[in-house]
Structures are given as C-alpha cells and as structure tokens.
C-alpha cells in the first residue's frame, strides 16, 4: 500500500459527516449539544496507519468499532467538561487511551475540545512492546484502557508536527512520519502506568455506568430498528434498575437524561435521513415518523433547537447539492 504524502483536512458542518469522513472506522457520532455544528477534520494515512486530528464546537457521542485489527491510541489535547472515554467518566490531560480491535468505541468529546487518534495494527504495536519491554502486554486487549504518562503532551506534539509542519516532498515525509509516530507511541506506553481500573471506587462506579448505559442504549436502537420507541420503563425493565439509577447513569455519562438522550438520538437519525435522501422520493414528515415523531409541530421546533436549521432546509440543501458541499469541504 503506498502512503499518502501529505494530510486531508475537511471541514464539516455536520456530525455525521465527520464520522463519514474517517471509513477506516464503523463509527456513528451525534450531536448532542444544541446549536449550528462546526468541525474539522485532518487525517493522514502512512504505511497502514491512520493519524487523525479532530475539533468541533458541540459536545458529540461517538460510538463503533475498529475495523479489522486496528487499534487505537487516544490522546485528548484540550480537556473540557463533559468529556468521557468509555468508563473513564473524568479524564486527565495526561492520560492516553488505548481502544484494542473489535472492542466498542463509546465516548463523549465536548465541544472546543482538542483530540489526536492514532490507528495501527494492534498485532505490530503488541510485538513491539515486548521488545521495549519484559511487561506482558496481552491483558489490555480485552476492553478499553487508560494510562497515566509524562509524555503525553510529547506524543501530541509528534502527533501535530506529522499533520500541520511543514509539506515536504517525495517519500521522505512518509518514512520520517512513520518511525515518528511509531517511536513516539511505543516509548510513550513503555513509561506509562496503567490506571488501577479494578480496586477504584470511582472506576468501578464507571464501569457500572457505562454498561447501563451501553445496555440502554443497544436496547434503544433494537427498538428504533422495527419503529417503537421504547419507554422508561422499558429501559429500567432492560438494564434491571430504577428510575433513579438510570437518570443518574445518563447524567454522568451522557450529560442527558435518558428521555433527552432518546429523543436527540432519534433527531440526529432523522438528519442523517434527510441529508441523504433524494428530496423528490421521501418527506420531512415521513423520515421523522419512521423514527418515532408524531407530534411534527413539536419535532420541527425541537430539531431547529438542536441544529439551528429547519427539517425542511436540511433536505433543500440535500436537493441542491449544497449540503454535500457544506458538509465535507476539503480545505486542503
């Protein structure tokens, strides 16, 4: 596979369009604050690896998975309130996070925030750090983890010299950027400590939140999937906890109430709708029935809330061909 030489960058005006935006993911991202979405983002393959620097200006949901036996290292540059990466409810600025293959990606990135994301073959990065190191390596392949390191902020830089430095021409680029970010991970992980995800009170109390969240959630979508939109009560009957236990597990993670984190799903499904729909063959009125909006009045009044725009412009941008245009313009 011949590398790309120099980085992509696209601004987009759409949540949905920033996870189209990155194929080597099966990612789904939402909006969950309210107001117009603005985003960047800037990516950059080399030898397999796929480097990727995000920004936008709404607090977002990303959910998915890795493709094939990718990994990933995280690193959030800017942390700002609201932000969560799986059960890790308050992350540090000197944290990195390591997503293993074929583990869920679930997190929450606030708006004005500052995020470096690295996929690589988990395979190579895990051989690797055998040879740096005698640690057994094996056990963080099982599920998302975090760990505490003094080059944190190092990495990021390396990070952010590969996709904004200076171009240079020809295949110099590439084979400098790969042992760069290779180099800059590996020695990053060998002097990290692990954060102590069992014996934690707080940790524990995150992996109790995120999975009933996680559990409602999948719930939620089965329901969406064959047109019911299930109740609270539904949900508590699913995840086996009350009312009160599930608000406080929404809150923390998702910044919403379970009824409010339901009906922004269900609005952002409706957008992804219309901004790929041919206007002559579906409505407004037939996409948001199909996800549950009876009541069109309050739908209308509710998705210009949280998009700044009417249902209607949303399709008429589709129609004329300006919302692919505003919803990934490459800048670079």
Partial sequence: MAPDRQPSSHLVADASAQADAQPWLDLEMHQLSVGDYRGQCTSLTLDGMHLVHEQQNQLVHKSGVTR??????SIARTMNPGMRFSHFLSPQ???????PSDAELDLNVAGGSDTFYLCLDQDRLLADMHTLSERDWSGVTGAPQAFSSA???RVARAFSRVLHGPAVDGPALSANGIEMLRDSVLLALNGATELDTGGSRPFRSGWRTQRLVSTAREFMDACLQVGRVPSVADLC??????ERTLQYA???????????????????RVRVDLLRAIPSQTT???????WGF?????FARDYQRLFGERPSHTLARRGTGAASRALF???R
Avoid: K
Wanted: with cysteine; net charge negative; proline share 2%.
């Fill in 237 to 242: 009957v699913v995840t086996g906890v009350s």
């Fill in 284 to 290: 407004v009125t037939r996409s948001a029935m199909q």
């Fill in 250 to 268: 929404f809150r923390s993670a998702m910044q919403l109430t379970p009824v409010a984190y339901l009906r922004t799903l269900r609005l952002n």
């Fill in 329 to 331: 313009a490459e800048i």
């Fill in 294 to 298: 009876v009541h069109l009045g309050e």
């Fill in 93 to 99: 600025d000197f944290w990195l996070y390591f997503l």
């Fill in 151 to 153: 080059d944190t902020d």
């Fill in 68 to 73: 094939g036996n990718l990994c990933a290292i």
